[in-house]
């Protein structure tokens, strides 16, 4: 299912969604993917019960940050950046046209810059990378809830 904009111009989620995607091109900057991501996850949250913990939050917004201007930064043409929940899972998954698939740089504390693969790599429970016949396609894999259980910390507050 796709995106609408609500009547404040931020991205709303339809009732029932499981599942959101979002075309970035041209100069869009990263802010659209993370109100993408803050209402999907909030809908997901209201409209279906599901445990979408602070922290689970906040590391979905910068795996999508970190994916989608990599995708803007070195690939030709537009992103897609689609968001859906499998079980206890929330699946970030970027597409775009450039062939060339990312690489984590060796470890090198002297590096600046270049560590947000290394980031995303760090806080997701899965991470692919898959060649595609006009560029490639990553999925993330992130937790919803902080505890074992399935549980949101947020609710033992």
């Known amino acids: ?5 609500g009547d404040d111009g931020q991205p709303s989620i339809p009732a029932g969604s499981v599942s959101v995607s979002q075309l970035f091109e041209g100069d869009e900057g990263i802010a659209p993917a993370r109100h993408l991501v803050r209402a999907f996850l909030a809908g997901v ?7 979408v913990s602070s922290r689970a939050m906040s590391l979905v917004e910068l795996v999508v940050s970190e994916l989608v201007t990599n995708a803007r930064k070195y690939a030709p043409g537009p992103c897609l950046l689609s968001l859906e929940v499998q079980g206890d899972n929330v699946e970030v998954t970027v597409r775009d046209g450039n062939i060339v698939l990312p690489a984590v740089s060796a470890p090198d ?12 790599m760090a806080v997701c429970r899965n991470f692919h990378v898959h060649q595609e016949p006009m560029g490639k396609r990553i999925t993330a894999t992130l937790a919803l809830a902080d505890d074992p259980d399935g549980r949101s910390a947020d609710s033992h507050l």
Do not use: F, Y
């Open 45 to 51: 949250r209201s409209a279906h019960g599901l445990p």
């Open 109 to 120: 504390p002297s590096r600046i810059g270049q560590h947000g693969l290394e980031v995303v």
């Open 1 to 5: 299912m796709g995106q609408t904009a």
